[in-house]
């Protein structure tokens, strides 16, 4: 696949691993950019904390991110006025765009290539639609507007357009800021026992945990192998391709991203649900063959993104009865800023504060939605195929990903080498029934 742009042009220092038994006031689990943000800001708030990486901060979706910071996520507002209600999803608008304040508070010391931008959503066919979504977010009392012309290599039927949205470059980001928090890498957490984290070194006591890994990995509680799905998305980038002002994005599912580093045009497109056949590299690179047919690829590199029965990220207690554990995760292809509202909401639930955003973000909203029920038979029907070939975090069959050569669960994305090593959780282990101890799938 190939590194990222971010990923090629900054190398974070390595941090030691944690050996023997600590205590601590907060640990948390993950070194993504969400682990690291809440280190940040409770450090900041004079909480002792640790932070404990399995591997090597930063080492997944954060590096192979468009690096996007926005509180425009698709055509969401009109659907949530419908679904939420005007408070709350004036919340979840107020929410992110208190998101992208602190991250301008914080990049103003930190050469990250910050740049502010405007962030269209576009149509090609449907420009109804578009307008629908700038009187409901005009109606929340942000100054979103339509346009009618954008510089696109294609026509569209309309856009929104939002104001003061951000890009950056995340690497330079969390090189920025990691300098003071105390962080350990390859010190992988294998169970929460009661206040004891046990890892691969030793014992971490702490009084509360924040479990920021992408996918939670504690299947007894929250049922989060029910409420999470995973999509694959992949971006290319482009030399000799057009510079564009502005962040863009196609409303329609299978649609093109757009924004540009530098000299560089980042094309975002090929998404698919993990396990799942899907465009792919193949599909972006004929768009950009199309599209752009002097540019040539510089990098190519994929993320993966958990998405939610509803779409709204799941931020809060781990569970209802969960009274000392936390999560993030959800983040619907949008986890630069979810990050920092996960940031900003948990340091205030572990603290004991009150947080007008806890409601909407509650992991323990209501399950009741169409794609639950979508999930349900992807699994029931994956657990039913006969097959050796098993994800050991559930026993879900695995899926050949032939263009980027792993094996791929459909059920909740946890991928593999090809000889089993894991790449993606929520697996735990590396998968035996691929490498030479075939048929042994435990973790």
């Known amino acids: 696949m190939g590194k990222s742009l971010w990923t090629d042009t900054v190398t974070l220092p390595e941090r030691e691993t944690l050996r023997g038994d ?5 640990l948390i689990i993950g070194g993504g950019i969400c682990g690291i943000l809440c280190a940040c800001l409770l450090k900041k708030a004079g909480v002792d904390c640790l932070l404990v990486e399995g591997d090597r901060i930063a080492g997944g979706i954060t590096g192979n991110t468009t690096a996007k910071v926005t509180s425009q996520h698709g055509l969401v507002y009109d659907r949530m006025l419908h679904t939420l209600g005007q408070e709350r999803t004036r919340l979840y608008l107020e929410a992110n765009e208190k998101a992208l304040e ?4 914080l990049c103003a010391g930190i050469p990250c290539d910050w740049e502010e931008q405007t962030a269209f959503v576009y149509s090609r066919q449907d420009g109804e639609k578009i307008r629908r979504e700038v009187e409901a977010v005009n109606a929340l009392g942000f100054p979103a507007e339509f346009v009618s012309g954008l510089p ?16 950056f470059h995340p690497l330079k980001f969390v090189e920025g800021i990691i300098r003071d928090l105390p962080i350990y890498e390859h010190t992988f957490v294998e169970n929460i026992e ?5 890892t691969s070194h030793g014992k971490i006591q702490a009084d509360q945990f924040i479990v920021a890994t992408h996918f939670p990995f504690i299947n007894r509680h929250g049922s989060y192998f029910l409420k999470l799905y995973q999509q694959r998305s992949y971006v290319l980038a482009l030399e000799q391709a057009a510079r564009l002002e502005g962040m863009y994005i196609d409303e329609a599912q299978g649609g093109l991203s757009f924004r540009s580093y530098g000299e560089l045009l ?12 899907g465009g792919g590299f193949a599909e972006l690179e004929a768009y950009a063959a199309e599209l752009y047919p002097q540019a040539k690829v510089k990098y190519r590199w994929a993320a993966q993104d958990c998405m939610s029965l509803d779409g709204i990220p ?11 554990l936390f999560t993030a995760t959800g983040f619907q292809k949008w986890g630069m800023t979810t990050s920092m509202v996960a940031a900003m909401l948990l340091c205030d639930l572990v603290r004991g504060r009150d947080n007008d955003w806890a409601e909407v973000f509650s992991p323990s909203r209501s399950m ?8 349900v038979w992807e699994a029931v029907t994956n657990l039913l195929t006969p097959s050796l070939k098993r994800c050991p975090h559930m026993g879900c069959v695995l899926k050949w990903n032939a263009q980027e050569h792993t094996w791929d669960c459909p059920c909740h994305g946890s991928r593999f080498e090809r000889d089993g090593e894991l790449i993606d959780n929520p697996a735990k282990r590396g998968c035996k029934c691929l490498g030479n101890d075939a048929g042994q799938c435990k973790e």
Request: proline share 7%; net charge positive.
């Open 22 to 26: 600590v205590k601590t006031e907060v």
């Open 102 to 105: 602190k991250y301008r508070e």
């Open 152 to 167: 696109l290599p294609f026509p569209v039927e309309g856009a929104i357009a939002f104001p003061r949205q951000a890009q």
């Open 194 to 198: 009661g206040h004891t984290a046990v």
């Open 266 to 277: 980042l094309l975002g497109g090929g998404g698919h649900r993990t396990g799942k056949k």
């Open 314 to 324: 799941y931020i809060g207690r781990y569970s209802a009865g969960m009274k000392n």
């Open 368 to 375: 009741v939605r169409p794609q639950l029920f979508v999930n």
